[in-house]
C-alpha cells in the first residue's frame, strides 16, 4: 500500500475511537467524504469525496475498484488503522477499503448494520437484527474480520458514542419490514467495552436514536411516536431529565440526527420533519428556535474551520446535495453528491 504521507483525523459525528484515536494515513487528501444511501430497496450507495479546493468525486469507492459497486444501502463509513469500513445496511456487510477506496475485503454476518465505531482491536456495531428483531451491537475481530459475538440491545439500535470503555447505544425502534407495523422502544443500552457486556440500561423518550456530549452533560435525541412528542433528554449515568423546549411545539415534532457546536457546547442542531433547526442550550432549557435549512437529512459541524455542512436528500430519487454554512448559518458552497446523502467524515491532511 503506497504511503502519500498524509495524516487524517477522522472527527466522528456523534462518536468517538476509544483507546486507538491516533492519527491515520490516507491518500486521498484534505476534504470531507459523504456517503450516500441510494434509492432504498433497489440499485447502489455511492460514496462522494469534496477535496477542500471544491472538487467532487462522485462514485469515488467505483472509481478505485473497476466500476464494482457497494450495495444497498451505504449506511455510513469511518477509517480506523489506515482502512475505511463501509457500512452497507440492507446487503447486511461492512466493506474495507485502503487509504485509497481499493477493495480489501468485507465483514459479513450481520443483520441491518447501522453505525460503527472502534475500541482497540474490536469493532461494535449496531445492527436492528433479523427482520429488525432483536436489536444488538455486534462485536467483530478486527484481527480477522470475524464476527464474535452480538450484545443484545433494544429494538433497533442506532446511532453510539463511545467515551473512555463506554459504548451508548440508542435504541430507536425498528419496523417489521413486512407489514412496516413499529417496533417502538425507550431506552438506552451501556455496554462495558472492555468486558463486551452490558452494564446497564435506562428509559427516556420514546425512539432515542442519537447522542452527544458537551461539557459534562449527554443529551439524547428521541424522535416520539408517529413522527409526534419528540423529546431531548439531558444528565449524566443514573440520572437523565426531558429538556423545556422554547419556540416550538414539540408534541408535534419528531427530533432526530443530533450534533452539538463542540466549540461553543451551546449550539444544539436537530433535524425535525425534514428541517435543520438550531437551538441554544440554556441549562435545562433548548431556546432561541431557529430554522436553518427547510431541507436537511442530516447535519455535520466541521471543527477545524467552523463551518456546518447539511445532507439535503432532494426527492429521495435523484441527486443530492451538500450544503455548507458559516457557524452563524450563512451559506457558502452547495457541492452535488448522490442519491440521499446521508452521512458526512472529515480527511485531515
Not at 183 to 206: C, H, M, R, W
Request: one cysteine or more; a negative charge.
Amino acid at each position: 500500500m503506497k504511503n502519500f504521507g498524509y495524516l487524517v483525523a477522522i472527527l466522528l459525528f456523534i462518536t468517538a475511537c476509544g483507546k486507538d484515536d491516533s492519527q491515520k494515513v490516507t491518500g486521498l487528501g484534505k476534504g470531507l467524504l459523504v456517503s450516500n444511501e441510494g434509492p432504498f430497496g433497489t440499485g447502489t450507495g455511492t460514496i462522494t469525496f469534496i477535496n477542500d479546493s471544491g472538487k467532487v468525486n462522485q462514485h469515488l469507492f467505483q472509481s478505485a475498484n473497476n466500476g464494482a459497486v457497494l450495495g444497498n444501502v451505504v449506511q455510513s463509513v469511518q477509517f480506523y488503522r489506515n482502512r475505511y469500513y463501509i457500512v452497507v445496511n440492507n446487503a447486511n456487510k461492512i466493506v474495507i477499503a485502503d487509504n485509497q477506496f481499493r477493495y480489501l475485503g468485507e465483514i459479513n454476518g450481520l443483520h441491518q448494520p447501522r453505525f460503527i465505531v472502534f475500541y482497540g482491536n474490536y469493532a461494535f456495531v449496531s445492527q436492528w437484527g433479523e427482520k429488525n428483531l432483536h436489536g444488538g451491537v455486534a462485536v467483530v475481530n478486527l484481527a480477522n474480520n470475524s464476527l464474535e459475538k452480538v450484545i443484545e440491545t433494544g429494538n433497533g439500535a442506532e446511532e453510539m458514542l463511545l467515551t473512555n470503555d463506554s459504548l451508548w447505544v440508542t435504541n430507536g425502534g425498528s419496523y417489521n419490514p413486512d407489514d412496516f407495523s413499529s417496533y417502538p422502544d425507550s431506552t438506552v443500552t451501556l455496554i462495558n467495552a472492555d468486558e463486551q457486556t452490558v452494564t446497564t440500561e435506562f428509559k427516556v423518550g420514546d425512539n432515542p436514536n442519537s447522542i452527544a456530549k458537551a461539557e459534562k452533560s449527554y443529551y439524547i435525541a428521541c424522535a416520539g411516536k408517529g413522527f409526534k412528542n419528540g423529546s431531548v433528554y439531558q444528565g449524566v449515568p443514573g440520572e437523565f431529565q426531558k429538556m423545556n423546549v422554547q419556540g416550538l411545539d414539540a408534541s408535534l415534532s419528531s427530533f432526530s440526527k443530533m450534533i452539538i457546536n463542540s466549540n461553543t457546547n451551546k449550539d444544539m442542531i436537530l433535524i425535525n420533519g425534514g428541517s435543520a433547526i438550531s437551538f441554544n442550550i440554556n441549562g435545562n432549557t433548548l431556546d432561541t428556535y431557529k430554522v436553518i435549512v427547510p431541507s436537511a437529512y442530516r447535519a455535520f459541524y466541521r471543527t477545524s474551520n467552523r463551518h456546518f455542512y447539511f445532507c439535503d436528500p432532494a426527492d429521495f430519487n435523484s441527486s443530492g446535495s451538500v450544503i455548507e454554512t458559516d457557524e452563524k448559518f450563512t451559506k457558502l458552497n452547495t457541492y452535488q453528491a448522490g442519491i440521499i446523502p446521508g452521512y458526512i467524515l472529515e480527511v485531515i491532511q
